[in-house]
């Protein structure tokens, strides 16, 4: 058993945690890859990878829920995130 638990950021789905995000607009001005998104991940202390956080974003925009031109929630993901 480990010593201290792994940090909530690399426990919970990377798809939620970048829905939640976009919908709290704090990557808003982060500029970088994937509209802020990596930038704004890359700042916590324990950050995950940031392959991890690109290929979260580039499932999100698979399904529809994030727009590929300006990184965007999509209606979908207003729906997946469960504010709309």
């Not at 940090?7 to 890859?33: C, D, F, H, W, Y």
């Amino acid at each position: 058993m480990e010593e201290t638990q792994q940090s909530e950021l690399l426990r919970t789905p990377l798809e939620e945690m970048i829905l939640q995000a976009k919908l709290l607009n704090v990557t808003e001005g982060e500029g970088g890859e994937y509209g802020g998104i990596v930038s704004f991940f890359n700042k916590a202390i324990d950050p995950p990878h940031s392959k991890s956080v690109s290929n979260a974003v580039e499932l999100l925009i698979s399904i529809g829920a994030m727009d590929e031109s300006n990184f965007e929630l999509t209606d979908l993901g207003y729906r997946l995130s469960g504010m709309r």
